[in-house]
Each structure stands twice: as C-alpha cells, then as structure tokens.
C-alpha cells in the first residue's frame, strides 16, 4: 500500500512541478510584458535608436560578439539552478529564477515588437532560437532542484537521514547534460544567431 501510494505522490509530483515552474516563467514573461507597454514615447526612442544602432552594426560587421560572455550568462543561469538543489531555500529559488528569466525573456521581445519595424522576427531569433535550449533545460534542471530542496527540507523538518538518497548517480548526470545543452545553447547564440540576424538586418532597417 505505502509503496502505491508513493508511485501516484510520484507520478502527481511528475506532471505538478513542471507545470508550477511553466506558470512561474509565464507570470515572469506576463510582467516583462507589461513593463515594457509602460515605456515612455522618450524611453521607446532611445530604445528604438539603441536598437538601431545595434542592427546597423551588425549589418556593417563592426559589431562582434565574443563567446566569453554569452557562455558565462549560460553557465551561470545552469548554476544557479543546480545550486538551488542544494538547499531547502532552493524552492524559493528555482522559482525566482524562472520568473527572473521569463521577465527578462519577454522584456527584450516586447521592447524588439515595439522599437523596431518587423521585431518580433528579430525577436525570434535574437531570443527565441536559444530559449528553445535554454527554457526546458532549465524547467528540467529546475523541477530536479526543487525535488531535491523539498526532500533536505523535509528531512530538516522531520529529522534524520534515511531512505532514498537525494543525490543519486543519475542526478549528477542529468546535471551534467544539462551544463553541456547550456554550452551548445552559447555556442548557437555566439555562431548561429548573428548570422540569421544579419540576414535580416536589411529587411528590418529599411
């Protein structure tokens, strides 16, 4: 009976994580949204001009992207969910970075539709190709860590060290494949999405 009833807690927790941590990105994005219809007509002209800037730039190859950069906000986003697994605070942060990167995510598509003729195509690949890495890595990594968080508060709660380890084999190595999808995802960005871009560049600006 105990060890059924374990199976369906197992099978809810499945399907509820992911969806809580979707939600979570959501709710972030929605925000981003929202915060970027709030710019000032002045605010959307200095960002439509940056923007502009940047397009031009990387239309007359003046603008090169080092790979240095774009692999440390990667690994960094891959850390800071692995190490959110460590901890029982790690409920509380998985889920702040989810929202985070939601945020962030759409904040920069919103203000890309809103500055630039034909933006949501820059968007598209500027943001969207990597977040097709990036996000279910991180909803993956993130339902993990908070599995792992909610056991070590539970056993912080409750007492004592038995039953089934926390940290087993096939956790490091989904933590593993996780840091080397985050290391190709920098490497399209750094290779593949300036190239993409430029191609658009002309259709955008003019």
Not at 39 to 58: F, T
Not at 92 to 96: D, E, F, K
């Given at each position: 009976?105990?060890?059924?009833?374990?199976?369906?807690?197992?099978?809810?927790?499945?399907?509820?994580c992911?969806l809580a941590?979707?939600?979570?990105?959501?709710l972030g994005?929605?925000?981003?949204?929202?915060?970027?219809a709030?710019?000032?007509?002045?605010?959307?002209?200095?960002?439509?001009?940056?923007?502009?800037?940047?397009?031009?730039?990387?239309?007359t190859?003046?603008?090169?992207?080092?790979?240095?950069?774009?692999?440390?906000?990667?690994?960094?986003?891959?850390?800071?969910?692995?190490?959110?697994?460590?901890?029982g605070l790690?409920l509380?942060?998985?889920?702040?970075v989810?929202?985070?990167?939601?945020?962030?995510l759409?904040?920069?598509?919103a203000?890309?539709?809103r500055?630039v003729?034909?933006?949501?195509?820059?968007a598209?690949?500027l943001?969207?190709?990597?977040?097709?890495?990036?996000?279910?890595?991180?909803?993956?990594?993130g339902c993990?860590?908070?599995?792992s968080?909610?056991?070590?508060l539970?056993?912080?709660?409750?007492g004592?060290?038995g039953?089934e380890?926390?940290?087993?084999r096939s956790?490091?190595?989904?933590?593993l494949?996780?840091?080397?999808?985050?290391?190709?995802c920098?490497?399209?960005?750094y290779?593949v999405?300036?190239?993409?871009l430029?191609?658009?560049?002309g259709?955008?600006?003019?």
């Open positions: 009976m105990g060890k059924l009833m374990k199976k369906k807690s197992d099978g809810l927790w499945g399907w509820l992911p941590l979707a939600v979570v990105f959501l994005g929605l925000a981003g949204c929202l915060y970027a709030q710019l000032s007509e002045p605010g959307e002209g200095a960002v439509a001009s940056y923007l502009a800037d940047y397009l031009r730039l990387l239309q190859g003046e603008l090169t992207l080092e790979l240095g950069p774009i692999l440390r906000s990667r690994v960094l986003l891959w850390l800071a969910v692995t190490v959110c697994g460590l901890t790690g509380v942060g998985v889920s702040a989810c929202g985070a990167q939601g945020f962030l759409c904040y920069g598509c203000c890309f539709c500055a003729r034909g933006g949501a195509a820059a598209a690949v943001f969207g190709l990597p977040a097709l890495l990036w996000a279910p890595v991180m909803l993956w990594l993990q860590s908070v599995g968080a909610a056991a070590l539970r056993r912080c709660v409750l004592g060290s039953g380890a926390v940290f087993s956790y490091w190595l989904r933590v494949v996780g840091c080397g999808v985050m290391i190709l920098a490497l399209v960005e290779a999405v300036p190239r993409l430029a191609h658009l560049v259709w955008l600006l003019w």
